[in-house]
């Protein structure tokens, strides 16, 4: 069994930056693997990000203005979100996975049996 759980979701301006935490279990940190998708309303969950093997990969609607930071000591994940758009819009999740995928299902939302409750995000202009 792996917890998880999101924080920091709010309301915020387009342009705007904002941070959600994800703290997850110790075992993810060491041969699991943690990402975050996102899922807007009436849309499919979409890949935003992840961390595996201490290499991140990103969607491409988030690629150079989100970042994945990782704190082993304090079990946690973070996703930096600059330059929100109005289409960032979403309920965010952080979803881990152990042991970690293959490389080519990082960004699969079925390679991932453990789920936090979300964290919602909305951009106005």
């Known amino acids: 069994q792996v917890d998880v759980a999101e924080s920091g979701g709010g309301s915020v301006q387009a342009g705007d930056s904002l941070r959600l935490s994800c703290a997850a279990s110790?075992?993810?940190?060491?041969?699991?693997?943690l990402s975050w998708f996102r899922q807007a309303a009436g849309k499919e969950r979409e890949f935003v990000g992840s961390?595996?093997?201490?290499?991140?990969s990103y969607g491409d609607s988030v690629k150079g203005r989100f970042t994945i930071s990782i704190d082993i000591v304090n079990h946690r994940m973070y996703l930096q979100m600059n330059s929100l758009k109005l289409e960032d819009t979403a309920v965010y999740y952080c979803?881990?996975?152990?042991?970690?995928?293959?490389?080519?299902?990082?960004?699969?939302?079925?390679?991932?049996?453990?789920w936090g409750q979300g964290t919602q995000v909305t951009v106005s202009s």
């Open positions: 979803a881990a996975t152990f042991p970690r995928p293959l490389p080519s299902r990082v960004g699969v939302l079925s390679s991932y049996p453990y």
């Open positions: 961390w595996s093997g201490g290499s991140t």
């Open positions: 110790p075992r993810t940190f060491s041969g699991g693997a």
